[in-house]
């Protein structure tokens, strides 16, 4: 199973920032999955965005709720990320993380991230 985010490398302040991130190998229609996004700013640790659980409620971080939003579309094994209005503070490499649970093992499956700069 490999994990590969993509998107704009630069995006300009008060725009869109969208991200996709597209699993590859495996079949993610049965069992349990989620899909989890994090980002860490330069100099920073990692920041939790959200996570869209299996049979549950997509959750957002409280910091980044009221501009996040998440999304999957499980026949083309993607999911996407769209953070509104952003800023200078949102740039940071982003990665996706991608969970299984098979036979009660749970398996995760990171991308190796995807930088963003927001910059006008």
């Known amino acids: 199973v490999q994990v590969q985010e993509s998107g704009p490398a630069l995006v300009k302040p008060s725009q869109t920032l969208s991200l996709t991130c597209t699993v590859s190998g495996g079949s993610i229609t049965t069992g349990y999955h989620s899909w989890t996004w994090v980002r860490q700013p330069p100099g920073r640790g990692l920041e939790w965005i959200g996570i869209i659980p299996f049979g549950a409620s997509t959750t957002y971080s409280p910091s980044l709720k009221s501009r996040a939003s998440m999304s999957r579309d499980l026949s083309n094994k993607q999911s996407a990320l769209q953070l509104n209005s952003v800023t200078p503070e949102d740039t940071a490499v982003y990665y996706c993380?991608?969970?299984?649970?098979?036979?009660?093992?749970?398996?995760?499956?990171w991308g190796q991230g995807t930088q963003v700069t927001v910059s006008s």
């Open positions: 993380r991608h969970s299984r649970v098979i036979s009660g093992i749970r398996y995760d499956y």
